[in-house]
């Protein structure tokens, strides 16, 4: 996201959603790490044409609302659907609740499973 987003007069730079849902999300039980993949950051910005931080891609639609994707590693022995759906679940409530931010979609992409040391 390299625009800022407006809400009810306030405007957000870019980052701060990144961060949000980044924190958000590293709470989630059975998450293991919040993530960028593998793929270097600048070929992934240059895919997506988005900024990616954290793990975190945002966009922004013309109608103001955000479709958030969501790379993450979970820990080994959790339901990936259900680690997934109580991602999406924590997304949505913090955007819209605390920033006032409709989100459109929230994509979670697993991209490892991290075992107990």
């Given at each position: 996201?390299h625009?800022?987003?407006t809400s009810?007069?306030?405007?957000?730079?870019?980052?701060v959603?990144?961060?949000?849902?980044?924190?958000?999300?590293s709470q989630?039980?059975?998450?293991?790490?919040v993530?960028?993949?593998?793929?270097?950051?600048?070929?992934?910005s240059?895919?997506?044409?988005?900024?990616?931080?954290?793990?975190?891609?945002?966009?922004?639609?013309?109608?103001?609302?955000?479709?958030?994707?969501?790379?993450?590693h979970?820990?080994?022995?959790?339901?990936?659907q259900e680690?997934?759906?109580?991602?999406?679940?924590?997304v949505?409530?913090?955007?819209?609740?605390?920033?006032?931010?409709q989100?459109f979609?929230?994509?979670?992409?697993?991209?490892?499973i991290?075992?107990?040391e």
């Open positions: 996201m625009e800022n987003l009810e007069g306030l405007t957000i730079a870019p980052g959603v990144e961060t949000m849902v980044s924190l958000t999300v989630i039980d059975g998450v293991a790490q993530k960028a993949p593998s793929i270097p950051d600048s070929f992934m240059a895919l997506h044409k988005k900024h990616l931080s954290q793990g975190i891609i945002i966009m922004a639609d013309d109608d103001g609302r955000i479709t958030v994707s969501v790379h993450v979970i820990f080994y022995g959790y339901q990936l680690v997934a759906q109580n991602i999406r679940q924590a949505v409530e913090t955007m819209e609740g605390q920033v006032g931010i989100v979609k929230v994509d979670v992409f697993v991209d490892g991290q075992f107990p």
